[in-house]
């Protein structure tokens, strides 16, 4: 899992908009930290190029506050995570609906409630 301290997210979200919550778990009612399963930013990494990548690492990691336009890989990357994580959080519930092991059905549940809600 990687986790986002709030003070990142709040930076984020001013440079690239509230679609950055959308990425992950957003812990709004805690402590304002971002968590990404580390297999959703794996997959949308290879929805794009290598090139790609590497400027919308570049553009995430840059301090300056220059203008970043709808086209921006680090734009790409954002929403590539996003519907990375939509992807992740549907298998999940597709499981869950699907499991008829008791077992799996209490891990699957308990996984859900902390993706919904956290801890």
């Known amino acids: 899992m990687i986790s986002i301290r709030a003070t990142e997210v709040d930076n984020l979200v001013r440079r690239f ?7 992950g778990r957003w812990n709004v009612s805690t402590d304002g930290s971002l968590e990404i ?6 997959e949308a990494a290879k929805e794009l190029n290598s090139r790609t990548l590497l400027d919308a690492l ?20 954002i929403e590539k995570i ?3 994580y939509q992807r992740y959080f549907r298998e999940l ?11 799996e059905i209490t891990q699957l549940r308990d996984r859900l409630v902390h993706e919904t809600f956290g801890e």
């Open 82 to 84: 996003s519907e990375a």
């Open 17 to 23: 908009g509230d679609r950055v919550r959308r990425m």
């Open 93 to 103: 519930m597709s499981r869950y609906q699907d499991a008829t092991s008791p077992a």
């Open 37 to 42: 399963p580390v297999a959703v930013v794996r």
């Open 58 to 77: 570049a553009e995430i990691k840059a301090e300056s506050l220059t203008r970043v336009l709808d086209s921006s890989a680090a734009l790409l990357l």
